[in-house]
């Protein structure tokens, strides 16, 4: 399959001056959106008892299963359901069969501590919701700054019988055109070349020419409040595109747009200044955080490379509770060896494609030309 | 006596449904399709305007779902549902040259959280209207 570079945009609400996230990544790399359920810490992985082959052996599991008197010790979770002074209680039964696993082998091995801290806060994790990956360098105007990727927890909730969804993947599109489209004053539409010096060209051009047909067509109407107006702009704004352009045109003149053409270049301005280096952020909207947040992450496989190491997995070392969730998801890759990747590599994967199509400090004009380019689908 | 604007919304959304399966003539004459329309989206904004105080904080997330679904049923009793995938990007770009008319023939008033459903519902009507009528190439 082959790869492209395309500019994407993340449609959080339907009117333009609440938050935007756009940016440019390859979607074949996951064939479109990324999605993951978490890898379940299922403590029935560690009900060893009923398993005769399990038993008996000179493993720590014996020890720690089994007590005297050759029955199994089973370990529950307090039921926190009950009781609301348990609720936020630590599931103590990953922590002791590890406990004395260490015992065990002969001394403490300091650096399993955090794994172990991870797997019992993980497993008193019940939600199991899926979540929605887009690696790529975005750019994200709530926080003003780039981040490497988007990750999105779909969570639902009913509210007077209608489902809520926190994502829909009609809300991501990539704008696969090669030409924009302008309007002169007559109303006529014209192909153009998406390129910086056409832009100036088409900022104006369409809600130009659009603003004039529609106040002229209004003067006689006194509008002091949007009472009086009902719908009206709106629907005359829809009569006069649906005139004016077919579906795809549509399209074409939706990214021509000052809005959206605002947008891309602030994108565009960041990549030229700051060159395209992982920023060390992701974009992350949760159950924690539902109207989004740009969280701070370091990249294992990054600082190993300095350290002579051999870590992986992405680390967030101001909020652990993210950091758990991502390390937990895991996605299928769908170019090149077909893979599992995690949150980390799919970043550091786009990455080396996006520089090695580009460079390190690409210009606007080098980006432009390279997403808009012509017959690819 | 008043009727609620739950009942309106179904009455005047099965009205729609029904003359659109009936005579898919009305798509070439706007005006009879925006009389049909408009009546669907302003039950949607009262409806919303009603449980505001339940709604919240998802009062806009809940508009959208609700316009999302409605225009999902209008465009599905024509056999056009496959235009869903471009509804929000049209509402969108409804929305986005609306919200420039607004600033420049000086109603800036609208752009404040009070009449944030009311565009929204607009944006989609817009959309839906885009939809049902344009030319398809």
Redesign the interface.
């Known amino acids: 399959m082959e790869r492209t570079l395309r500019l994407v945009e993340i449609?959080q609400?339907?009117?333009?001056?609440d938050d935007w996230l756009i940016g440019i990544t390859d979607l074949s790399y996951f064939k479109g959106i990324g999605f993951s359920m978490p890898v379940s810490f299922d403590d029935t992985y560690f009900i060893l008892g009923e398993d005769p082959l399990l038993r008996g052996g000179q493993g720590y599991t014996d020890i720690i299963l089994e007590s005297g008197d050759d029955e199994c010790i089973s370990f529950e979770a307090a039921d926190s359901e009950d009781d609301p002074l348990l609720a936020s209680g630590t599931d103590y039964s990953g922590v002791s069969l590890s406990a004395h696993d260490r015992e065990e082998s002969g001394g403490l091995h300091p650096d399993l501590v955090e794994d172990e801290l991870q797997f019992s806060m993980g497993s008193s994790w019940d939600r199991q919701n899926l979540f929605a990956f887009i690696p790529g360098v975005f750019y994200c105007s709530s926080h003003n700054t780039s981040v490497d990727g988007i990750l999105i927890e779909v969570t639902q909730?009913e509210?007077?019988g209608?489902?809520?969804?926190s994502f829909?993947t009609?809300?991501i599109?990539s704008f696969d055109i090669s030409r924009g489209i302008s309007v002169d004053d007559s109303g006529k539409t014209e192909a153009v070349e998406m390129s910086i010096e056409d832009l100036g060209q088409f900022k104006a051009g369409?809600?130009a020419s659009?603003?004039e047909s529609?106040?002229s067509s209004?003067t006689d109407i006194e509008?002091?409040?949007?009472e009086d107006?009902?719908?009206s702009?709106?629907?005359e704004?829809?009569?006069y595109?649906?005139g004016m352009?077919?579906?795809?045109?549509?399209?074409r003149?939706?990214v021509s747009?000052?809005?959206l053409i605002g947008q891309m270049m602030t994108l565009l301005h960041d990549i030229e200044t700051n060159g395209l280096y992982p920023k060390f952020k992701i974009y992350v909207r949760n159950n924690k955080y539902p109207k989004g947040h740009v969280v701070e992450v370091r990249y294992r496989t990054l600082d190993t490379i300095l350290h002579l190491g051999n870590g992986h997995g992405i680390e967030c070392p101001l909020e652990v509770d993210v950091e758990l969730q991502m390390l937990k998801l895991s996605f299928a890759k769908l170019i090149g060896d077909g893979k599992e990747v995690d949150i980390e590599s799919a970043i550091l994967d786009i990455y080396e494609y996006i520089r090695s199509v580009l460079s390190y400090k690409p210009s606007k004009k080098e980006i432009m030309k390279l997403i808009f380019q012509e017959g690819l689908g | 006596m008043s009727v609620s604007p739950e009942i309106t919304f179904r009455t005047t959304l099965s009205n729609l449904r029904t003359n659109l399966r009936a005579s898919p003539d009305i798509l070439n004459d706007p005006d009879i399709l925006l009389t049909l329309l408009k009546p669907v989206f302003i039950s949607i904004v009262e409806i919303i305007q009603k449980n505001a105080s339940v709604l919240d904080e998802s009062i806009d997330e809940f508009t959208e779902s609700l316009c999302f679904e409605t225009s999902f049923r209008i465009l599905e009793s024509i056999e056009k549902h496959d235009l869903l995938i471009d509804l929000p990007q049209v509402a969108r770009f409804v929305a986005n040259e609306s919200s420039v008319l607004y600033s420049i023939t000086g109603v800036v008033d609208v752009l404040d959280t009070e009449h944030r459903t009311k565009r929204i519902a607009a944006a989609f009507l817009g959309a839906l209207f885009y939809l049902l009528t344009c030319k398809t190439s």
Not at chain 1, 13 to 17: F, I, Q, R, T
Not at chain 1, 162 to 165: K, R, T, V, W
Not at chain 1, 223 to 226: A, D, E, G, P, T
Not at chain 1, 245 to 251: G, P, R, V
């Open positions: 449609q609400s339907v009117l333009p001056e909730s509210i007077l209608m489902e809520l969804s829909r009609e809300a599109r369409l809600s659009l603003t529609l106040t209004m509008v002091s409040s949007y107006l009902a719908f702009r709106e629907t704004v829809a009569q595109l649906s352009f077919s579906l795809d045109d549509l399209k003149a939706y747009d000052a809005i």
